[in-house]
């Protein structure tokens, strides 16, 4: 079956260090992946999204991820953490099937202390 | 361009009454849908609604409904309410069925006592 597995509920860096949130894949087909960030009493905002063509995309707020097949991953990483960036991260998946159905991993919660 | 809107953002309802939840997508999308979030299981996808017609569906029992209007508004329905129903409900849309990029709402807080 189609999973998705975010290693680590909880990841607590300090502010101004790297950030790698972990995610991992099964799927029997290409892949599309997604982070999506939650902020407290807030939906989900899109970060950044693999389709096809580069593996390394760049999104917003700094976060980068890379598709690595070989690895099924797809690990979310930002070189200096801020306050801000404290929320929930959740790594989600679909395929190209026409369908926009998101399988979603458990998510990531990230701590940021001063 | 405004963003996906949901109301109302909080719910307090009673075992056994039912819910109606109402959706905006973004301007110029036409495809909506829905997803569950609760502590327990996380976020799982309910239904997927396209041109007025539902084209997918995910594994919850037939007290979940829903259905969209012609400008893509949509509404989802849970009748019977248990208290498993708590949660918080998202919308979600995209420009077209075969676009992947989902734009979320806010979500709507049911909590049913």
């Known amino acids: 079956a189609q999973s998705v597995t975010q290693l680590g509920s909880h990841v607590s860096v300090s502010e101004g260090a790297l950030v790698l949130l972990r995610c991992n894949y099964s799927s029997s087909v290409p892949p599309y992946l997604f982070w999506y960030v939650q902020y407290p009493n807030q939906g989900l905002q899109l970060l950044l999204k693999?389709?096809?063509?580069?593996?390394l995309v760049k999104g917003i707020n700094g976060f980068e991820a890379e598709f690595k097949k070989s690895e099924t991953s797809f690990h979310l990483t930002k070189p200096s953490a801020h306050m801000s960036d404290a929320a929930e991260y959740f790594c989600?998946?679909?395929?190209?099937?026409?369908?926009?159905?998101?399988?979603f991993g458990t998510g990531t919660r990230l701590l940021v202390s001063p | 361009k405004a963003g996906v809107t949901q109301t109302p953002r909080y719910l307090i309802k009673t075992r056994g009454q039912q819910v109606t939840l109402s959706c905006s997508p973004i301007?110029?999308?036409?495809?909506v849908s829905w997803y569950q979030q609760t502590p327990g299981q996380g976020l799982q996808f309910l239904f997927e609604?396209?041109?007025?017609?539902?084209?997918n569906k995910g594994n919850f029992p037939g007290r979940f409904s829903g259905r969209q209007f012609s400008n893509s508004r949509s509404e989802m329905n849970v009748s019977t309410l248990e208290l498993g129903d708590s949660a918080l409900y998202l919308c979600a849309s995209s420009f077209d069925k075969g676009a992947h990029e989902q734009y979320f709402g806010p979500g709507t807080r049911l909590t049913v006592t």
């Open positions: 693999y389709t096809t063509g580069a593996t």
């Open positions: 301007s110029g999308h036409r495809s």
């Open positions: 989600a998946v679909t395929w190209n099937t026409g369908f926009q159905k998101l399988v």
């Open positions: 609604y396209f041109s007025e017609t539902q084209r």
